[in-house]
T-cell receptor, first 112, second 113 residues
Framework: GENVEQHPSTLSVQEGDSAVIKCTYS??????FPWYKQELGKGPQLIID?????GEKKDQRIAVTLNKTAKHFSLHITETQPEDSAVYFC???????????FGAGTRLFVKA | DGGITQSPKYLFRKEGQNVTLSCEQN?????MYWYRQDPGQGLRLIYY???????QKGDIAEGYSVSREKKESFPLTVTSAQKNPTAFYLC????????????FGPGTRLTVT
């Protein structure tokens, strides 16, 4: 079945450094790739998304890249801050599909 | 304020009892979802609904039931048949199924002893 693999499962960085989280998807029909941030005890919230007709998208310190050929997409956070500490989920879905497939999550720690 | 609400935030039940978790949205979304999240784990889909009076099983539907009598509401019942019900339950909605952002509620933490 469809699958999204996410790495690493845990990431620890110093404040001000960059963080990169990578995902691979299996369903070639996938054309929408959102990233969610989940803080402790709360529901996930969308932080950025990208559609398959675009290779890169940026929003301030956050950027996402997509390589459709390799079925890879990545989240890049620059100038990390302690409030970036959370669990991040990548996901993939398709226009004609019913389900969104989520990665297993990456727990990011930003050390002050 | 538009959004999705879940109640209660914490719920405690004895083994063998059914329990119903509430989920309401005022976003006028057609699609709604229920996910289960275990500690340190990802999101597993329990049920989803594309439209009123319709719902489909997700990946882990056994021991759960849902209804979708109104567009705004998608309650989840955890039955006594669910072998390991203690978990964090998340409800979400989106304009339609497919390539759309999902809006999540704050979650309900269910503890069954």
């Amino acid at each position: 079945g469809e699958n999204v693999e996410q790495h690493p499962s845990t990431l620890s960085v110093q404040e001000g450094d960059s963080a990169v989280i990578k995902c691979t998807y299996s369903d070639s029909a996938s054309n929408y790739f959102p990233w969610y941030k989940q803080e402790l005890g709360k529901g996930p919230q969308l932080i950025i998304d990208i559609r398959s007709n675009v290779g890169e998208k940026k929003d301030q310190r956050i950027a996402v890249t997509l390589n459709k050929t390799a079925k890879h997409f990545s989240l890049h956070i620059t100038e990390t801050q302690p409030e970036d500490s959370a669990v991040y989920f990548c996901a993939a879905s398709s226009s004609g599909g019913f389900k969104t497939i989520f990665g297993a999550g990456t727990r990011l720690f930003v050390k002050a | 304020d538009g959004g999705i609400t879940q109640s209660p935030k914490y719920l405690f039940r004895k083994e063998g009892q059914n329990v119903t978790l509430s989920c309401e949205q005022n976003l006028n979304h057609d699609a709604m979802y229920w996910y289960r999240q275990d500690p340190g784990q990802g999101l597993r889909l329990i049920y989803y609904s594309q439209i009123v009076n319709d719902f489909q099983k997700g990946d882990i539907a056994e021991g759960y039931s849902v209804s979708r009598e109104k567009k705004e509401s998608f309650p989840l019942t955890v039955t006594s048949a669910q072998k390991n019900p203690t978990a964090f339950y998340l409800c979400a909605s989106s304009p339609r199924t497919g390539a759309y952002e999902q809006y999540f509620g704050p979650g309900t933490r269910l503890t069954v002893t």
